[in-house]
């Protein structure tokens, strides 16, 4: 039988909840140690999930741990400090998103594991959301032939700060939340941008950053990629997590709505397809979606550790969607279209 992958997870907030129990899913991998700054948090979280090993110092867990990766579960700030610690000792890195609060940092993390010759990943889940990855199969298959317009929707008014009171302190809010996962959506689904303008706002007099971003994009493809980000939409139904997508092509157009239904509309009429998310016993209902695409996310980062196969969301891939984050800033800064390759 093939040698289980040791690894730690460093950083036990909201999302390790979920992260760790995505991650038992899976047969190759072996949790030995949890980092946390507090570690009473820590300790919850090893007597749960069955884990040997809780410490307070990142240096001190690589040193009495043999690790194959970690997956790093904190703040935006800590993610650079840590993966070069571990890059150091030449333990593979996973991180989540946003990989670094701006671009340099996110460079200079993609260089020092390139440097170390360590692989590095970053967990960008929702391009393994069902419906998305059935949208991308519908688009390859020509069904509405050659794209030329799509708008990329994830509006909501859930009550984000309640699980992550830090997101309220961001002075770069959604664009690095919420964006960084919608523009990687963008991406997966439309290939790389040409060209880019994006406008702001904040609504929410509560928070620092901005809760509202408009960013209509020029893809190299020659189409039309229009995505609306905000988290100050009361509607009707609340659709959170789900992103919403149209797409248009010379023969017809693809529309994902609610209840991961997607309408494929031709001339000769509309059919539709379901792609539901596979439910977890540890799925919080509220983030099901997002949850089950941890695991297709994890496996895919998994078996390239393995070797099997090259993972999607690698660091390198990933710095494209944190420079469409942080070109989306400087157009909404100084009002004007961003060309990609100058920035
Ligand atoms: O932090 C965000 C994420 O990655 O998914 C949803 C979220 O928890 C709040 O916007």
Partial sequence: MERKLRFAVIGTGFWANYQIPAWMELEGVELVALYNRTTSKAE???????????????????????????????????????????????????????????????????????KLRVPFFIHENFRWQAPIRKMKELLDSNVIGKVFKSRVTFCSAFPVFDNQPFLAELDEFILTD???????????????????????????????????????????????CYAEISYASVMEYESFPQTFLLVEGEHGSIQLTRDCELRITTRQGTTSVSAKPKMYPWDDPAYALVHSSIVDCNRDIMNALQKKSKAETTGIDNLETVRLVHASYASAKKNKAIHMKDF
């Fill in 178 to 224: 919420i964006g960084s996962h919608v523009l990687d959506i963008c991406r997966f689904l439309f290939g790389e941008v040409r060209t880019l303008q994006c406008h702001t706002s904040t609504v929410n007099s509560k928070i620092k950053g901005e809760d509202v971003a408009n960013v209509l994009m020029k893809m190299k493809s020659g189409m039309t």
């Fill in 44 to 114: 919850i979280l090893a007597h749960q999930f069955n884990v040997p090993h809780v410490y307070d110092s990142v240096p001190e867990l690589l040193k009495n741990e043999k690790l194959d990766f970690v997956d790093i579960i904190t703040d935006v700030d800590t993610h650079a400090p840590f993966s070069k610690l571990a890059a150091q000792k030449g333990v593979a890195v996973i991180c989540q998103k946003p990989m670094a609060p701006k671009l340099p940092m996110a460079r200079k993390m993609v260089d020092v594991c390139k």
